[in-house]
């Protein structure tokens, strides 16, 4: 994705959608979940961005942003008043903190808009109706009022959710997500004191529906985690930086995809072992879940589905003779149990990523004395097969690694490592 850039100079006039959004900007403040007359145009862009479902929401952390047009859309609603595709899941955007310098942003539904359809007509027929108050039906419920007895998140309040980073939570893990949760005033404690009941409400749906927007927030790019920046949401909206996809690579020159492919491997080697003793593993990977950033930088772009084990602390077992399933365990749109943790082996990630995704980025055709070696393609079909020992797909990654360092160009459009490259052996 390239770099999208905002006005220069005098802006030109607003948008027909720009007017609408402003006139509803103070009946943000404390939305409910009760539906409003469609002809209402404010309600045209509440519905919209899921504000008339708030408190069954992410938050409204960034609609500030949207409404002063800091925030703008490319591509996003046209000039006459109907709304986009259903079957759209994000949109392009630019960011601005200036209004002079613009940074591309990608602007995401939590989840496609047709699985919050379903997701909330399910909520309803829980109740036994057709139609419903949203927020009402969700703190009935028995896993809500364990939320809102307590102050602490527990690894019992979140047994049943699909959310991968919660097969098999630690306190210590649990803590971190509140720690970091963007969406409150008051960020930083591990415990909930400081969290309202529609705050808690918005990070229990976040972790039912998809877990993305909390990664971003747990492990951020600025301490140096391959992930992209979290902006903020705004209803069922969410905001974060935007990177090229990988794909972009695919048809480029063996050097370009050479760095991408060490990337691959070094960043998930680091996933599995880095100094806050949290194995971050993948349980499925896509050609959309990586992307890299203006620097040549990797970045994971689909957190979704990344899981989490604790290596300090261990982890809540779940009892399997127990059901904990309720309305909340269906909300990212299947009702799946996921694997046990003691299932997930040390090289699952790997074999993912050599099965999936390194295979467009290194394939026979790059043999040559000065390129890629029959045994790094070799080295490659043996990562992707899990019937081998751990032992020796971690020899085959290495020496994959060991292989594709050479190849990896050295020049300013690396900037995220150049000039370092040049002065140590290390890049």
């Not at 994000?90 to 602007?107: A, H, K, M, Q």
């Not at 909206?237 to 760095?259: F, G, H, M």
């Not at 879940?289 to 689909?302: A, K, Q, V």
Request: one cysteine or more; hydrophobic letters at 35%; aromatic letters at 8%.
């Amino acid at each position: 994705m390239g770099a999208l850039r905002g006005p220069a100079g005098a802006g030109p006039a607003r948008p027909w959608w720009m007017a609408f959004l402003l006139g509803f900007l103070l009946s943000l403040v404390g939305s409910s979940s009760s539906p409003a007359p469609q002809q209402n145009s404010s309600v045209y862009g509440r519905r919209f961005l899921g504000l008339d479902k708030c408190n069954a929401c992410v938050g409204t952390s960034i609609c500030k942003k949207l409404f002063k047009e800091e925030i703008r859309f490319e591509r996003w609603l046209s000039p006459h008043p109907h709304l986009p595709p259903a079957n759209r899941t994000s949109y392009e955007g630019n960011y601005t903190d200036d209004s002079e310098s613009w940074r591309p942003v990608v602007l995401s539904w939590l989840a496609p808009p047709h699985l919050h359809e379903l997701a909330d007509r399910g909520i309803c027929s829980s109740a036994g109706r057709k139609s419903c108050s949203i927020e009402a039906v969700l703190r009935a419920t028995p896993r809500f009022q364990s939320w809102a007895r307590s102050n602490l998140l527990q690894p019992r309040m979140v047994q049943g959710l699909a959310a991968p980073m919660l097969r098999c939570p630690s306190q210590r893990l649990l803590d971190r997500i509140v720690r970091r949760y963007f969406e409150v005033v008051d960020v930083g404690s591990t415990q909930m004191k400081h969290f309202s009941s529609k705050d808690k409400l918005r990070l229990l749906y976040t972790l039912a529906v998809n877990q993305h927007p909390l990664i971003l927030q747990m492990f951020p790019g600025t301490e140096g985690w391959p992930f992209p920046r979290y902006h903020g949401s705004c209803g069922r909206l969410v905001v974060w930086a935007a990177a090229r996809p990988l794909t972009d690579l695919y048809e480029s020159s063996l050097a370009r995809r050479a760095d991408a492919a060490y990337q691959l491997l070094h960043t998930t080697q680091s996933l599995a072992s880095n100094s806050l003793r949290f194995n971050l593993y993948y349980t499925r990977v896509t050609d959309t879940t990586f992307g890299t950033t203006e620097d040549g930088r990797l970045s994971i772009m689909d957190a979704s589905q990344i899981g989490i084990i604790d290596l300090q602390n261990g982890f809540h077992s779940e009892d399997p003779q127990v059901n904990h399933t309720d309305v909340f365990s269906c909300l990212s749109g299947s009702c799946t149990s996921p694997a046990p943790c003691a299932s997930v082996r040390p090289t699952q990630s790997f074999t993912l990523l050599c099965r999936h995704v390194l295979p467009k980025l290194l394939s026979p055709k790059d043999l040559h004395p000065e390129g890629l070696s029959a045994r790094a393609i070799a080295e490659l079909a043996v990562c992707a097969d899990p019937q081998h020992s751990d032992q020796r797909i971690l020899v085959a990654v290495q020496t994959l690694k060991d292989t594709l360092q050479p190849l990896r160009p050295c020049n300013i459009n690396y900037g995220y490592r150049y000039p370092e490259c040049r002065y140590s052996d290390k890049f």
